[in-house]
T-cell receptor, first 117, second 114 residues
Framework: AQSVTQLGSHVSVSEGALVLLRCNYS??????LFWYVQYPNQGLQLLLKYTTGATLVKGINGFEAEFKKSETSFHLTKPSAHMSDAAEYFCAVIPTGALGAGNKLTFGGGTRVLVKP | DVKVTQSSRYLVKRTGEKVFLECVQD?????MFWYRQDPGLGLRLIYF???????EKGDIPEGYSVSREKKERFSLILESASTNQTSMYLCASSFRGASNQPQHFGDGTRLSIL
């Protein structure tokens, strides 16, 4: 079965510092890859996704992620953290062979980001 | 913008009660999902539906059922609530087309079973 691993359940960064959140998936066939963000007391919001094409994907709020097939990774970065980036971040995948019926996401355990002033 | 609306943000119920969580989406999405979210476990799929009156079990369906009588509405039912069902419940929807379609989420219902 597909699995998604996010290294580090909590990450603390200083305002203005690089944000790096790690995500690795387990399948031999690269899946479709997603990053979601959850602000306190809210649902999940799509940050970015990789399906095909360019392996460096840009998303909202200055985030980007790079798909590396050889490393089965899809790490999320932001060059300069802002206080408003404090949230929980989830990596998720859908197998590329999945039919449209269902589109079931498999989520990682999440990484909570704390931004220090 | 896609809007997924969950009927309650916070809900407190007692053990043994039958509990209904409602979700409505306004984007004509075929797929709808119910997840529960627990610290350290991420999101786990309870049930999903890819069409009216259709449902499939997710990873943790025990103790839950669902109903989808209209395309825009997907209900999660706790037949006899138990304390281990205290959790955050998230509803999502997506287009049925290709599997690269993202899911859109509601704001969640924080359910406490006493």
């Amino acid at each position: 079965a597909q699995s998604v691993t996010q290294l580090g359940s909590h990450v603390s960064v200083s305002e203005g510092a690089l944000v790096l959140l790690r995500c690795n998936y387990s399948s031999s066939v690269p899946p479709y890859l997603f990053w979601y963000v959850q602000y306190p007391n809210q649902g999940l919001q799509l940050l970015l996704k990789y399906t095909t094409g360019a392996t460096l994907v840009k998303g909202i709020n200055g985030f980007e992620a790079e798909f590396k097939k050889s490393e089965t990774s899809f790490h999320l970065t932001k060059p300069s953290a802002h206080m408003s980036d404090a949230a929980e971040y989830f990596c998720a995948v859908i197998p590329t062979g999945a039919l449209g019926a269902g589109n079931k996401l498999t989520f990682g355990g999440g990484t909570r980001v704390l931004v220090k002033p | 913008d896609v809007k997924v609306t969950q009927s309650s943000r916070y809900l407190v119920k007692r053990t043994g009660e039958k509990v209904f969580l409602e979700c409505v989406q306004d984007m004509d999405h075929e797929n709808m999902f119910w997840y529960r979210q627990d610290p350290g476990l991420g999101l786990r799929l309870i049930y999903f539906s890819y069409d009216v009156k259709m449902k499939e079990k997710g990873d943790i369906p025990e103790g839950y059922s669902v109903s989808r009588e209209k395309k825009e509405r997907f209900s999660l039912i706790l037949e006899s609530a138990s304390t281990n069902q205290t959790s955050m419940y998230l509803c999502a929807s997506s287009f049925r087309g290709a599997s690269n379609q993202p899911q859109h989420f509601g704001d969640g219902t924080r359910l406490s079973i006493l």
